[in-house]
């Protein structure tokens, strides 16, 4: 069982292999239908490799706020500038990562490569999480 008190332990105890993508000439409804379907908050944009992030949280304050069409490109709102992490990094300066950027969700890579995801629920939640780690490893 993973002990949320032990923040030195690798961030690879908590972090979801379940990786969503979508190409960044999606609509922004299309990418919110695509989160329904798959049961995931966030969104990984994609053009010949990874070029962006997108979450609930983007859409609900740069499209539903300003009112803005939900049929524009999610390249029009969707975050470039992507932050991201080693697998084996450890929990608390992920956390102090996530606090300095103030974002509640961050890649994690492995080798170089995104591979991985970690947000502020997975640390609340660790028995959901390792049974989704057990089901995609099936």
């Known amino acids: 069982m993973n002990d949320i008190n032990n923040l030195s332990v690798p961030i690879r105890q ?4 379940k990786l969503v993508g979508i190409s960044e000439h999606e609509t922004i409804q299309e990418a919110c239908r695509k989160m329904v379907e ?27 706020a300003k009112g803005l069409s939900y049929a524009k490109p999610i390249s029009s709102i969707m975050t470039r500038d992507l932050i991201t992490t080693d697998i084996d ?13 103030q974002i509640r969700h961050v890649l994690i890579t ?9 947000s502020l629920k ?8 390792l049974l989704e780690t057990v089901i995609s490893s099936e």
């Open 122 to 129: 997975d640390l609340v939640d660790p028995e959901r999480q």
């Open 14 to 17: 908590y972090t979801t292999r």
């Open 89 to 101: 990094s450890p929990v608390s300066k992920v956390l102090e990562l996530m606090q300095q950027h």
């Open 38 to 64: 798959f049961k995931v908050g966030s969104l990984v944009v994609c053009n010949e490799g990874v070029v962006g992030f997108l979450t609930q949280g983007d859409v609900i304050e740069r499209v539903v």
């Open 110 to 118: 492995e080798r170089g490569q995104i591979t991985g995801l970690f």
